[in-house]
């Protein structure tokens, strides 16, 4: 079982940056697709972006440009780079983790996007 922790929450204006982590237990991290989603209040929890364990990416149209998720398998970590935020990004942000048929989630970690 593998463990996910995030972190790297919080409050910042439009049009700032935050850079959200997650940590997976364990040794089979190079192995994980690992994924961010946001959950809204009163919304469906949607993904922001993915990667593969081959380092490919993807990201929702909403994002482009705007978001960075990458990998740092020596240290366990998946990261989402947020710039430019925007009100609309405010959210619980999770990271996800992927191999074969298995799921797990982390907590979710806060992010308001407020003047």
């Known amino acids: 079982q593998v463990q996910l922790v995030e972190s790297g929450g919080g409050l910042v204006q439009p049009g700032g940056s935050l850079r959200l982590s997650c940590v997976a237990s364990?040794?089979?991290?190079?192995?994980?697709?690992m994924g961010w989603y946001r959950q809204a209040p009163g919304k469906q929890r949607d993904l922001v972006a993915y990667i593969t364990k081959s380092s490919s990416t993807n990201y929702t149209d909403s994002v482009k440009g705007r978001f960075t998720i990458s990998r740092d398998n020596a240290k366990n970590t998946v990261y989402l780079q947020m710039n430019s935020l925007k009100p609309e990004d405010t959210a619980v942000y999770y990271c996800k983790a992927v191999i074969g048929l298995l799921t797990m989630w982390g907590q979710g970690t806060q992010v308001t996007v407020s003047s």
């Open positions: 364990g040794s089979i991290f190079r192995f994980l697709g």
